[in-house]
């Protein structure tokens, strides 16, 4: 007690001063007090309320019990009967029943020891979370067995059906150009998109910037007068794989710059893998998965190559893609597994070969009779689980082979008509779904994206494109949207607004910007900056007023007569091109009636114009000199006469 009143007198001690100081320097306190907590009050509230809704668990698990305990009855009392019949009297049967009820008694017992708390309750976030909890467990009356909210039914139904998974609600078409558009890049994060066709351009599209003009920032030709065939950002997304119809391979910049250029090998050396690089036109590429600075081309040469970025002067190794008679056969389309420890090709006699990355002379895997002879593979992709190989045939068909038994393919689909030497198919993000285009000749109907269940391989959807073949598709991972490109040059792009990420809905939403009119100045102002306003002259800064100015003047504005075809009207003479040079020449040069001497035609004039003037001498009535003649010469007699200052110098 004593202790307490000296805190008190302390604590108030403490207080007058405080108070002495702020009234000295002026100011009503010292700021805010921290505030305090009693804990000892909070944690026995929290421990009522634990007590509280605990007791309300209990009182529901009895009733429950006490429920359960009826029906049991009520199930006894049926077969009392047959008890007292086979017990006699009866006392078996009734010394049983007091076992249960004497052991649902201990039961019950032990229940309500077990949901008795023991010890200190526990702080008051736990409780009230567990308290929560069992209040969400227990609120209302219980749900009957086949009923499901609408939210997890819808949830649960896509989850087993990913064909609602499919972003195709709304769509965006970029007019390329008006030929094929054989290859379609996108990078990593979605930000940009690049095509590529047979127009020999390359467009860079920036979702970003752009807006719902839908409009490329950049068009350049990097092979010159060669079509492309394959466009693929690396997995860092800072530069791109170009490979053309022409032999060399290029690495262009995000901007579209060139960064290296591979090596031409030599054609006359018999012997591909003696050569530092492809001597024919290259069919596809592909970056690494996971090295960023190697990539991967095939080529008509027979050769698969992989190179080096560091090193642009000769490949890293050589692939050779062999028959079963060990002639050379060509690849048509390459891959790498999701892995990177595996090279895939598609050859043109219908086999696909797979060889170890770092071992290049044998293949690992080798399947002789994949698609028929000649039908050029198109595609080779693997899952993303990498156990599962998608290769799209030439002949019409779309294959799925099991790495771990490459004899026979799992599942095969017919009737996808394929006319381009680069149609795609690709696996859906989830793995679920496999997806490629058809083709269709010009006027016969519709291309299409064709979707396939990877499982039991059959066709759960379809999307109508375009009237022209579908060439190429692309679905991102992380943008969940669907980028096509068709025959008629249009890349078209599928997204949903919920289920899809940026992409095409960053630029859908954008307005389009006005277009700046050309503005120039007319001509040249000398601008003297202190002079008056008065004298001033207006200055002109752009010729659209000036324009609007001369509209509205009739002279300036009016429209010039045509030239006059046929024999002329309104006094106007066509005859030899309506002109005066021609009329001229018809009246005056080509006049041939006159035969007499031109001289005396001109001077016929000269007594008339000497008489009555006209044109030359009213002119110079005024300012022109009497004229004066030299006489006529004298005779020898009479010139001997004259003074010597009169006689003519010769």
């Known amino acids: 007690m004593e202790q307490q009143e000296e805190d008190r007198d302390q604590t108030s001690g403490t207080a007058g001063n405080d108070a002495d100081i702020a ?63 086979s017990g006699g009297k009866g006392h078996p049967a009734m010394s049983s029943s007091r076992a249960q009820s004497d052991n649902s008694s201990s039961s019950d017992s032990e229940d309500d020891s077990e949901d008795k708390l023991i010890g200190p309750p526990p702080p008051g976030q736990l409780s009230s979370r567990r308290a929560a909890e069992e209040d969400e467990e227990f609120v209302g009356p ?67 910037g752009m807006d719902s003009a839908l409009q490329a920032f950049r068009c350049l030709q990097p092979c010159e007068c060669h079509q492309i065939r394959s466009l693929q950002y690396s997995i860092t997304g800072d530069v791109i794989l170009v490979v053309s119809g022409n032999s060399q391979a290029k690495i262009l910049d995000r901007d579209g710059f060139q960064v290296i250029e591979c090596v031409k090998g030599d054609q006359y050396i018999v012997d591909m893998a003696n050569t530092k690089g492809h001597t024919a036109m290259l069919n596809s590429g592909c970056w690494h998965p996971k090295i960023k600075e190697e990539f991967l081309t095939c080529s008509n040469d027979g050769t698969v190559r992989t190179w080096d970025i560091t090193n ?78 998608a290769s799209r045939g030439g002949d019409d068909t779309l294959k799925t082979w099991d790495m771990r038994n490459f004899k026979k393919p799992l599942n095969v689909a017919t009737g996808l008509s394929s006319f381009f030497p680069m149609t795609d198919c690709c696996f859906s993000p989830d793995d679920k779904l496999l997806m490629t285009g058809t083709s269709v000749k010009k006027g016969a109907g519709n291309g299409t994206l064709v979707f396939f269940d990877r499982l039991t391989f059959q066709k759960v959807y379809e999307i109508e494109v375009a009237s022209s073949s579908v060439v190429r598709c692309l679905w991102h991972p992380k943008l969940n949207q ?21 992409g095409a809905k960053l630029c859908v939403v954008k307005s389009q910007r006005k277009e700046k009119q050309a503005e120039s100045l007319t001509q040249d102002y000398i601008i003297t900056p202190h002079a008056l306003p008065m004298f001033r002259e207006a200055r002109q800064r752009s010729t659209r007023k000036q324009l609007e100015k001369d509209r509205l003047d009739p002279m300036k504005s009016h429209k010039p007569e045509p030239p006059v075809s046929g024999p002329g009207r309104g006094g106007r003479v066509a005859m030899h091109g309506g002109t005066l040079s021609s009329f001229i020449v018809k009246n005056i040069a080509l006049d041939k009636t006159d035969d007499s001497n031109p001289r005396e035609a001109i001077l ?47």
């Open 312 to 389: 642009e002067k000769k490949h890293k190794n050589v692939f050779k893609p062999r028959s079963m008679q060990g002639k050379r056969v060509i690849p048509t389309s390459c891959t790498y597994s999701r892995d990177g420890k595996l090279i895939a090709a598609g050859c043109q006699d219908g086999t696909i070969q797979i060889w170890d990355k770092n071992l290049s002379v044998h293949t690992k895997f080798h399947c002789r009779q994949a698609h028929i002879p000649g039908s050029d593979p198109s595609c080779l992709t693997f899952s993303y689980d990498g156990t599962v190989l």
């Open 604 to 650: 016929r004039h000269a007594k008339e114009a000497s008489e009555n003037p006209y044109w030359v001498a009213p002119a110079y009535t005024r300012t022109q000199p009497e004229p004066v003649f030299a006489e006529e010469e004298l005779d020898d007699e009479e010139a001997d006469k004259e003074p010597q200052w009169k006689k003519r110098k010769i």
């Open 142 to 208: 219980p749900l009957p067995p086949g009923y499901k909210d609408s939210d997890e039914e819808e949830d649960e139904g896509e989850d087993d059906n990913p064909v609602k998974r499919i972003p195709d609600t709304h769509e965006i078409t970029l007019q390329h150009g008006t030929k094929t558009v054989s290859a379609l890049g996108l990078d990593p994060s979605g930000a940009r998109l690049v095509t590529g066709g047979y127009d020999y351009d390359v467009k860079f599209w920036d979702f970003a």
């Open 482 to 502: 669907i980028m096509v490109g068709t025959g008629n040059g249009l890349a078209k792009v599928y997204y949903d607004p919920i289920k899809s990420q940026r």
């Open 23 to 85: 009234s000295v320097m002026g100011f009503s306190g010292f700021g805010k007090k921290a505030r305090t907590f009693d804990l000892d009050a909070i944690f026995e509230q929290t421990r009522r309320t634990a007590i509280e809704r605990s007791q309300k668990v209990m009182e529901q698990q009895e009733m429950k019990e006490a429920e359960k305990q009826k029906q049991a009855l009520m199930r006894g009392d049926s077969h009392a009967g047959k008890a007292s019949v």
